[in-house]
């Protein structure tokens, strides 16, 4: 495709899962071009570029202004960014959401939704990677690319060797939690350590890690994600006096970034502590720190772990696991239908007797009275009476006699 634009094509690929999902809110599923075919050759890449350019500026603020996480804005708005530049378009004039500063993670907190994840996974490989993602702080890529001649082994601990993609750069780190748990499964698995199970005999990708450690999380009712492990390993080893030097050394940082500032949330209590012990002060550590954070799917509440009680929402009862949440939601819109259902007939029940009511009190007592007395002189008349002055037999309201 020729375009007018310096991006390689290989740039725009890096933006093709949040432009399919662009085009598809903008256009619905039917959008030209198909998922399979974008970016494979030129002609492809063409019809998808031609129905990007017919999109307007609001479509793309519209389409923004629905992601309510502003990291998850700002990297949206960064790779439309280049998608507008490579059609030819200006950037959008839209400013970056503030990322608000993160709070202290607490780690006791931390620590039993870790172990919950471990009881609810499914098999050791996913137990593995939990535990290194949780005790070294390792990326989905890099745990993608672990062989088996990466550990070594010694009474007490393992020694990792491995590559850094995103620094380019081979890591070493020694290895001394869940370590039978680890030496066992890489001693027993085959030549892939994590083999992904939707697509037999090839590794697993950093996707499928994440979408893993989301499945557990949503199961046991967390919000939670791979990369948060990291943070999680990080505050620890602050929290146990590590220094930013050593942090850099674990975690692969340039001795010249600030990326141990934003890993580790310490609270300020946690840091008076470890003042307090250095000058021979002795307190215990306080534990107040930040919570796991649970956002309740029904009223959108943002509750702390220790306000959920069995499991339920303080503030609407729903449950904070999400499908039973759907459940109770389905069950709940059912009953209110069925109830609405009732209150109509009785309204209309309601408005029936009103009516009945009405008619009996226009009815006058004199009327009434009246029509007892004719009755009454009616019924005095004798049959023959009757008869001799050609009176109708019948009874009053009766219909007309038969034609013999």
Not at 206 to 211: A, K, R, V
Not at 361 to 377: G, L, S
Request: glycine residues 4%; contains cysteine; neutral net charge.
């Amino acid at each position: 495709m020729q375009t007018n634009n310096s991006m390689a094509k290989s740039s725009l690929a890096k933006s093709r899962r949040r432009l399919i999902f662009f085009l598809r809110f903008v256009n619905g599923s039917n959008f030209e071009g198909d998922d399979s075919d974008v970016f494979k050759d030129d002609d492809a890449l063409a019809v998808t570029m031609a129905s990007a350019k017919r999109i307007t500026d609001a479509k793309y603020h519209e389409y923004l202004n629905r992601i309510v996480k502003p990291s998850t804005h700002n990297t949206h708005m960064i790779y439309l960014n280049q998608v507008r530049k490579f059609i030819g378009k200006p950037k959008l004039e839209r400013k970056r959401q503030k990322i608000p500063d993160k709070e202290p993670l607490d780690l006791d907190s931390c620590e039993t939704m870790f172990q919950k994840m471990m009881d609810a996974a499914r098999c050791d490989r996913d137990r593995v990677i939990l535990a290194l993602l949780r005790h070294e702080g390792l990326r989905e890529n890099e745990i993608c690319l672990l062989k088996k001649e990466n550990f070594k082994y010694f009474d007490d601990h393992l020694t990792l060797h491995f590559y850094r993609p995103k620094t380019k750069k081979w890591g070493d780190i020694i290895i001394s939690n869940d370590i039978h748990l680890i030496e066992q499964y890489v001693r027993s698995t085959g030549d892939i350590l994590f083999p992904s199970e939707t697509h037999g005999g090839i590794p697993m990708t950093p996707p499928g890690i994440w979408y893993m450690v989301h499945s557990l999380a949503k199961k046991i009712g967390v919000d939670w994600h791979a990369h948060a492990f990291r943070h999680f390993s990080a505050t620890e080893l602050g929290v146990k006096g590590l220094t930013r030097e050593d942090l850099n050394n674990q975690y692969g940082w340039s001795p010249r970034s600030n990326t141990a500032a934003i890993y580790v949330n310490l609270s300020n209590s946690v840091t008076q502590a470890k003042k307090a012990a250095k000058n021979g002060v002795d307190i215990a550590r306080p534990v107040e720190v930040a919570k796991v954070k649970t956002k309740c799917r029904h009223c959108g509440a943002v509750l702390d772990s220790d306000e959920i009680k069995g499991g339920r929402c303080p503030v609407c009862q729903f449950s904070t696991n999400p499908a039973e949440t759907i459940k109770e939601i389905k069950s709940r819109e059912e009953l209110q239908a069925k109830n609405d259902a009732l209150e109509a007939k009785l309204l209309a029940l309601e408005l029936k007797i009103d009516r009945l009511i009405e008619a009996r009190d226009a009815i006058r007592p004199e009327d009434v009275k009246n029509a007892i007395e004719a009755k009454r002189e009616y019924e005095k008349i004798s049959p023959a009476e009757v008869e001799y002055h050609g009176l109708d037999p019948r009874e009053p309201g009766e219909g007309e006699p038969d034609n013999e």
